[in-house]
């Protein structure tokens, strides 16, 4: 069975850092892509907000809220991801979903982690 761990949540003060890793065990395929979502606080009811992704190309995407501030890096045929974030805002405060999607045509997510930032 395929399961995605996340590690690396907390709370951190505004202005501080913090790294998020995720890693796919369990799986047989290809991953084509994998990313970090976020669900912030009131949202429970709207889909996960895209962060960061690396695509099936190898490259990268951001929304324009985290460009300069977070980096994601990960090596696919591993099945590792990270999300390093610097500079937290408080808005950035949410629960993190590590995400992938392999070439069988199924997703995974992992279970969530915290991240609080304070002002």
């Known amino acids: 069975q395929v399961e995605l761990v996340e590690s690396g949540g907390g709370l951190v003060q505004a202005g501080g850092s913090l790294r998020l890793s995720c890693v796919v065990s369990?799986?047989?395929?290809?991953?084509?892509?994998m990313g970090w979502y976020r669900r912030t606080p009131g949202k429970e009811r709207e889909p996960r907000e895209m962060?960061?992704?690396?695509?099936?190309?190898?490259?990268?995407d951001y929304i324009d809220a985290v460009k300069g501030r977070f980096t994601i890096s990960g090596d696919k045929s591993k099945g590792i991801v990270s999300l390093q974030m610097n500079n937290l805002k408080p808005e950035d405060t949410a629960v993190y979903y590590c995400?992938?999607?392999?070439?069988?045509?199924?997703?995974?997510w992992g279970q969530g982690t915290q991240v609080t930032v304070s002002s």
């Open positions: 369990g799986n047989r395929f290809r991953i084509n892509g």
């Open positions: 995400a992938a999607d392999f070439d069988n045509n199924s997703g995974r």
């Open positions: 962060v960061a992704r690396i695509t099936s190309e190898g490259t990268t």
